[in-house]
């Protein structure tokens, strides 16, 4: 039996937004139920993100660490960042996040998988790429301010991730997402047989 996610979208009888930020807002939607009652749902409304795992021939993958204040810690992440234009392309965005982040350009390009971050509370969808065949980016360095001045960047081993994310000791969701989807690829179809990079994302759709 095959399951898949479905749209569908239940009667909203009144919105709002109580709260909008520079990135993000949230708004609080009157939900009609399935036995007819009204509810109110407070959710976070995002523009959406991409994300890149990174690998070169050693089997290592870029990977940086910056402090998110919002859990109190300095995390070990893939490079990622917000989809900063309606419609952009998701290949775009991401190719100039590992650009800004890593400084480092790819060759090869796919889909590794689609995600809702926080479905529950946050309409945030990420698109996680694999990005192979890494040289280093030409041209200048990225100028990094706020939390990102200070990011460590390393290349790790994905057998050393994939340790630390089943040992409780890697929380970033993209990082763990990403590092574990690479392995089922791996053990199933293979990664040649992952979406290619300019695949549908009805989450966020885009222009080619």
Partial sequence: MTIRDTAEEWEIRA???PFTGKKTSVRTDEVVM???????????????????????DEDRVTVLRQYRHPVRQRLWEIPAGLLDVPGENPLHAAQRELYEEAHVKAEDWRVLTDVYTTPGGCD?????????GLSEAEGDRFTA???????????????????GVLAGELHNNCLVVGVLSLVAAR????????????AEWPARPFES
Wanted: proline share 6%; charged share 35%.
């Fill in 34 to 56: 399935p036995d007819g009652s009204v509810v109110r749902r407070d959710y976070q409304v995002h523009p959406g993100s991409v994300a890149v795992l990174a690998l070169d």
């Fill in 15 to 17: 919105t709002e937004t």
């Fill in 124 to 132: 945030e969808a990420v698109r996680i790429f694999l990005a192979r």
């Fill in 187 to 198: 053990a199933g179809d293979g990664v040649d047989a992952l979406r290619p990079a300019e």
């Fill in 145 to 163: 301010e706020d939390e990102e001045a200070d990011m460590e960047l390393r290349r790790v081993p994905l057998d050393d991730l994939v340790r």
